[in-house]
């Protein structure tokens, strides 16, 4: 199996960032990747493999919207991401709690610009 082309934060493919940056802009949002993908240690990327923690499962991508987003937006930021991302194949669920604070989190801001948080890993 062929590894996608991965962006520069932790396990984060560049097509997830892509889609990711889409829509950040269009909700006028920040989201945030945590869990494994923000902390580089991601599981089977890529694979069709089904997600969850045990052999022969892939990780999931963990997204995290604030929930004030979700509320001002009647829930449409959590059904946009589910768009992009097919809850159950690359989304477990959309987090809507505050981050862990010095948790590794990447954040992709409406105008395309992309933050770390804590110990991400960073590809040159």
Not at 60 to 78: M, N, P, Q, S, V
Request: proline share 8%.
């Amino acid at each position: 199996k062929v590894l996608p082309k991965m962006s520069p934060y932790g396990d984060l493919t560049a097509e997830e960032l892509a889609k990711l940056r889409k829509v950040a802009s269009e909700l006028d949002e920040p989201i945030d990747v945590v869990g494994s993908t923000a902390k580089g240690k991601r599981r089977n990327i890529g694979s069709d493999l089904p997600i969850g923690k045990d052999d022969g499962t892939k990780s999931d991508l963990d997204i995290r919207i604030d929930g004030e987003a979700d509320i001002r937006t009647g829930g449409r930021a959590t059904d946009r991401v589910y768009q992009e991302f097919p809850k159950g194949k690359d989304v477990d669920r959309v987090l809507n709690s505050d981050p862990y604070p010095g948790e590794p989190r990447i954040t992709v801001n409406p105008d395309g610009s992309v933050i770390t948080h804590g110990d991400v890993p960073i590809r040159e």
